[in-house]
Nanobody
Framework: QVQLMESGGGSVQAGGSLRLSCAVS????????MSWFRQAPGKEYEAVAN????????KYADSVRDRFTASRDNAKNTLYLQMDSLKPEDTAVYYC?????????????????WGQGTQVTVSS
């Protein structure tokens, strides 16, 4: 059974940092496309970062590039999202998601497995 569980959310002031974790069970994360998404109240899902399987690289959304860093610890089967220079517009529920197959992109409907989400609130 595939399970994803996020942690590390919280409240910070603008300019601060948070580190999210996504612990995965039921499969080996290096064999799947892993991604971070977020959803602000009343808005659609927004892709944050894709981590390609097999060391294929990481792709970031323009809104977070140079501020957020996604990574994967294969030994711990855990995904991370280091968020620096946070802005109020980063406030959202953050999700990790996974899908099998070669495609690894920003369309949230293509992902089969999701965590429960963790709230990130950035105050000005």
């Amino acid at each position: 059974q595939v399970q994803l569980m996020e942690s590390g959310g919280g409240s910070v002031q603008a300019g601060g940092s948070l580190r999210l974790s996504c612990a995965v069970s039921g499969y080996i994360i290096d064999t799947y496309c892993m991604s971070w998404f977020r959803q602000a109240p009343g808005k659609e899902y927004e892709a944050v970062a894709n981590i390609f399987s097999g060391g294929g690289g990481i792709k970031y959304a323009d809104s977070v590039r140079d501020r957020f860093t996604a990574s994967r610890d294969n030994a711990k089967n855990t995904l991370y999202l280091q968020m620096d220079s946070l802005k109020p517009e980063d406030t959202a529920v953050y999700y990790c998601a996974a899908r099998r197959g070669d495609w690894c992109g920003f369309s949230h409907t293509a992902y089969s497995y999701w965590g429960q989400g963790t709230q990130v609130t950035v105050s000005s």
